[in-house]
Nanobody
Framework: QVQLVESGGGLVQAGGSLRLSCATS????????LGWFRQAPGKEREFVAA????????SYADSVKGRFTISRDNAKNTVYLQMNSLKPEDTAVYYC????????????WGQGTQVAVSS
């Protein structure tokens, strides 16, 4: 019954900004982490950012630190990824996922949203 739906992807020029949204439903997420991952053509999926639902603690991959910001709106049950200073190497399909804070495996995933950054 858990559902994650990403939106907000698109085509943007290098140096531009984009905000991705992950709408959640199906359960309360007070004890869960929400994460963003991405997969570029020919590459493996990589971690981008994560946030704890209850406290709002965040973590980021080194490649996006200082450029991307993850946040959540508890009233809207939505997680966001604000992406600034975009680079061509940020081009990928971006996925939203969730896991319980006590485990290491993300067990629910969204369908993904495409982000393309042109140079």
């Amino acid at each position: 019954q858990v559902q994650l739906v990403e939106s907000g992807g698109g085509l943007v020029q290098a140096g531009g900004s984009l905000r991705l949204s992950c709408a959640t439903s199906g359960r309360t997420f007070s004890s869960y982490n929400l994460g963003w991952f991405r997969q570029a053509p020919g590459k493996e999926r990589e971690f981008v950012a994560a946030i704890t639902w209850s406290g709002g603690s965040t973590s980021y991959a080194d490649s996006v630190k200082g450029r991307f910001t993850i946040s959540r709106d508890n009233a809207k049950n939505t997680v966001y990824l604000q992406m600034n200073s975009l680079k061509p190497e940020d081009t990928a399909v971006y996925y939203c996922a969730t896991r319980h804070r006590s485990v290491s495996t993300y067990d629910y995933w969204g369908q993904g949203t495409q982000v393309a950054v042109s140079s």
